[in-house]
């Protein structure tokens, strides 16, 4: 194909022809009938609700025979009042027990079991689980898939890393005439909040960790992709004692607030915005209580110098800038390139924009999709426009047209400081290009930004890499060469730093995030071994014990 073909002008008619009738939709991808959730889960029992429910929405628009178009319903779920959140912290708190629950003082093993038993029911809803996902936040279905199956191999990363963290620590260590075994207790209880951008798996990569270390859950899931747990709420129910998991459903600013001043939770895990993370933790009123593990705003910068590889830089930005439309934490959403360059990049990137299959989720090799936030193309349209009116222009044809919830993706150049662009994480398809002339002018804007995740560097000159490196990985979590910002492999780390991120997530550090290093100690003489003897060897202790978990 000729790159004209890739650079043809994207109108509204085009977009308005990918939102069809719904007799359309092929069978393997409908749903079989609208969910109405009216029951959720709280102290071991599913409650029944009938009182007010809000009504789910896909952001797949069809077409009626008048011509309009409307918003699929999915189905709706609970609007819980404060009431119903407190009644359900009180089971967490029950149930925890001061430490002394069931939960908290099962062996890990027995632990490990609960988790492999819910796992399994979980996979038994996938069908159904993926199909929501795709429906709820018009996530494609092949990426979808990806999202459970993903998560599925995190809780056994998850039960792997715990397993070898115990054998690690069923040893007793001396030192200094002290006998001592050192091990990992729970926390409490822990408020979890998951993104909609990946419900399910940003959810359970806290909520697992959380669960399977003895601390019990209150969860809420996120305003977009709450219907796709209902189908595992019977799961939790039948997996774990009762009080162990509860969800709370309803508006996040009428029921969390009363939560988090009750002083009763005491690990927030949130992963969303900044701002949200700084009220909910100032509402507590024993701040120093409270441990945190947020993932929060982020805004990476690639850094395309005039020694990079054009072919590959292009390549890298287009996943990292487009990938789930723009909609990751981890996205690329400002781009500097060195001025010699940005023509020949700009024109690269418009070709590459422009093989993007865009459509509805269902449609295979789909990479565009519509947005569910309904907010979303309206305000992207007011950063784009006020960029243009600031002297940029927008770079491919069609760039930022929309239809319903679809939003064409728009490659904005040149991005100046006083845009909106180059300072608030879009978290859609715009893709800001900043030139600059001096590697110190991105490096500043790093220095300067409030966030701190991660960043893509683009050379083939090793000295450069390295004068870039050493004071960027002072700015942010993850320095990447020649490749896309993520957040895999899951057994890395993930954080951040400045307003980005609080606390450490990877398959092994979210364990040690919810959990603290307790110990049992005794001087070291006759009576006090065969005292530790015979704790042992009677096996009344799940704590102290050198139990080895194969």
């Known amino acids: 194909m000729e790159v004209e073909e890739y650079t043809q002008q994207i109108t509204q008619q085009d977009l308005q022809k990918i939102f069809v009738c719904e007799d ?9 009938q609208e969910i109405h959730q009216r029951e959720y889960l709280s102290n071991g029992q599913m409650l029944a609700w009938d009182g007010a429910s809000h009504n789910v929405f896909s952001p797949v628009a069809f077409q009626q025979e008048d011509g309009s178009y409307t918003r699929k319903l999915i189905g709706s779920y609970p609007i819980c009042t404060e009431a119903e959140a407190l009644i359900a912290l009180d089971a967490a708190v029950a149930a925890y027990d001061n430490g002394r629950g069931q939960w908290p003082t099962m062996s890990v093993d027995q ?58 620590s069923s040893k007793f260590e001396i030192e200094q005439g002290i006998v001592a075994q050192i091990r990992r207790s729970p926390l409490g209880v822990v408020l979890c909040m998951g993104p909609f951008n990946y419900p399910l798996n940003e959810t359970f990569t806290t909520l697992i960790p959380a669960l399977i270390m003895g601390n019990t859950i209150l969860f809420k899931p996120p305003k977009h992709g709450t219907l796709l747990f209902y ?3 019977n799961a939790f129910k039948e997996s774990f004692p009762a009080g162990v998991v509860n969800t709370i ?36 009123p024993k701040v120093n209580r409270l441990r945190a593990i947020l993932g929060l705003d ?7 110098t005039e020694n990079a590889d054009l072919k590959q830089s292009v390549e890298e930005t287009v996943l990292g800038a487009l990938s789930f439309n ?7 959403k400002i781009i500097f390139v060195h001025r010699s360059k940005v023509d020949a990049f700009l024109e690269g990137l418009t070709e590459a924009v422009g093989k993007l299959k865009y459509g509805m989720p269902w449609e295979k090799g789909v990479n565009l999709t519509p947005l569910p936030e309904p907010h979303k193309p309206a305000y992207l349209k ?49 893709i800001p290009v900043v030139p600059f002339d001096d590697l110190e002018e991105p490096i500043q804007y790093l220095i300067e930004s409030e966030h701190g995740q991660q960043v893509s560097i683009f050379s083939q000159d090793h000295e450069e890499i390295s004068t870039l490196i050493d004071p960027l990985v002072n700015q942010v979590s993850r320095v990447n ?70």
């Open 24 to 32: 359309l939709v092929p069978t393997e991808y409908a749903l079989a």
């Open 111 to 168: 632990r490990i079991k609960c988790v492999e038993l819910f796992t399994q029911k979980m996979i038994g809803q996938k069908d159904l689980v993926v199909k929501l996902i795709m429906w709820e936040i018009g996530k494609s279905f092949a990426d979808s898939v990806k999202e459970f199956d993903r998560t599925v191999e995190y809780i056994y990363a998850t039960i792997d890393a715990l397993k070898n963290l115990d054998r690690q």
């Open 231 to 233: 189908p595992l709420l």
């Open 249 to 284: 459903y309803g508006r996040g600013h009428a029921i969390v607030p009363a939560l988090m001043q009750s002083g009763k939770v005491n690990v927030l895990t949130l992963i969303g915005s900044s701002k949200v993370a700084d009220e909910l933790k100032k509402l507590h």
């Open 298 to 304: 982020a805004k990476n910068a690639a850094i395309i």
């Open 326 to 332: 723009g909609q990751r934490c981890t996205a690329l």
């Open 382 to 430: 007011a950063c784009i426009d006020e960029a243009v009116a600031l002297g940029a222009s927008v770079v491919n044809p069609g760039g930022g047209t929309s239809f319903e919830s679809f939003v064409y993706p728009a490659i904005v150049y040149p991005v100046t400081p006083e845009m909106k662009l180059y300072r608030e994480e879009q978290f859609g398809p715009v």
């Open 481 to 550: 060469i020649n490749c896309q910002c993520q957040r895999g492999p899951d057994v890395f780390p993930f954080t951040g730093r400045k307003d980005s991120a609080e606390g450490t997530l990877s398959v092994v550090d979210a364990l040690r995030s919810f959990s603290i290093r307790s110990l049992v100690a005794t001087k070291l003489n006759e009576n006090n071994k065969q005292l530790l003897n015979q704790i042992v060897s009677d096996g009344n202790s799940n704590f102290l014990s050198t139990k080895f978990i194969f």
